[in-house]
């Protein structure tokens, strides 16, 4: 197995102002990292792969400018929502992938609930 | 396009019972399945996959088939115990899980 954690767990912000999410792989190093969104009552919906030391490829649909990701190290990918507004509010998620395992399995973190006002 | 579709949104098991999901695809190029367990404001939790190459796999209470003829997957969960109540969420994926589809997922309820 491997341990994915998120922080901050919660977070309510105002309209027009930024947040920044942090997904960390704690006891393995994960060269690929996801970030999913998911509404209520509905599927995980995989937003962008986020690269160790290069750029993130984003799904079609998903703003590469309001959704910033960042894979600075091995064990760390942020996700920041700039200029966040009312209809960002969701349930987002990551999820990474250990290689030293030999299955593929993408394990996740416990999610961060954002709210706008 | 929903490319994997659990058709039950949610499922009602007496405890001890067996829990049977099911979920179906149309992307003919996925070769990897995962089932994940998933209670409300958590992220997924992994509980066993299987890839094309098989047609079932065991771990413990849990059993996944895979039918590529059909395009239909299924969790088997049995017995079904109390804690087992949550929502679970089938994804595919082809060439290895670096991008999953995620099905809408069923609620599963166990009834004591």
């Known amino acids: 197995g491997a341990v994915v954690s998120q922080h901050p767990s919660w977070v309510i912000c105002k309209s027009g102002t930024s947040v920044k999410i942090e997904c960390r792989s704690l006891d393995f190093q994960a060269t690929t990292m996801f970030w999913y969104r998911q509404f209520p009552k509905q599927s995980l919906m995989l937003m962008a792969t986020s690269n160790e030391g290069s750029k993130a490829t984003y799904e079609q649909g998903v703003e590469k400018d309001k959704f910033l990701i960042n894979h600075a190290s091995l064990t760390l990918s942020t996700l920041t929502v700039t200029s966040a507004h009312p209809e960002d509010s969701s349930f987002y998620i990551c999820?990474?992938?250990?290689?030293?395992?030999?299955?593929?399995?993408?394990?996740f973190g416990p999610g961060t609930r954002l709210t706008v006002l | 396009d929903q490319q994997v579709k659990q058709n039950s949104p949610s499922l009602s098991v007496q405890e001890g019972r067996i829990s049977i999901l099911n979920c179906d695809y149309t992307?003919?190029?996925?070769?990897?399945f995962l089932w994940y367990k998933k209670y409300p404001a958590e992220g997924p939790t992994f509980l066993i996959s299987?890839?094309?190459?098989?047609d079932k796999n065991e771990d413990g209470r849990f059993t996944v088939f895979l039918n590529k003829s059909a395009k239909h997957l299924s969790l088997h969960i049995v017995p079904s115990q109390p804690g087992d109540s949550a929502v679970y969420f089938c994804a595919a994926s082809e060439g290895g899980a670096q991008k999953l589809v995620f099905g809408q997922g069923t609620r599963l309820t166990i009834n004591p």
């Open positions: 992307n003919s190029m996925f070769d990897y």
């Open positions: 999820s990474a992938q250990n290689p030293g395992e030999i299955t593929d399995t993408q394990y």
């Open positions: 299987i890839s094309s190459i098989k």
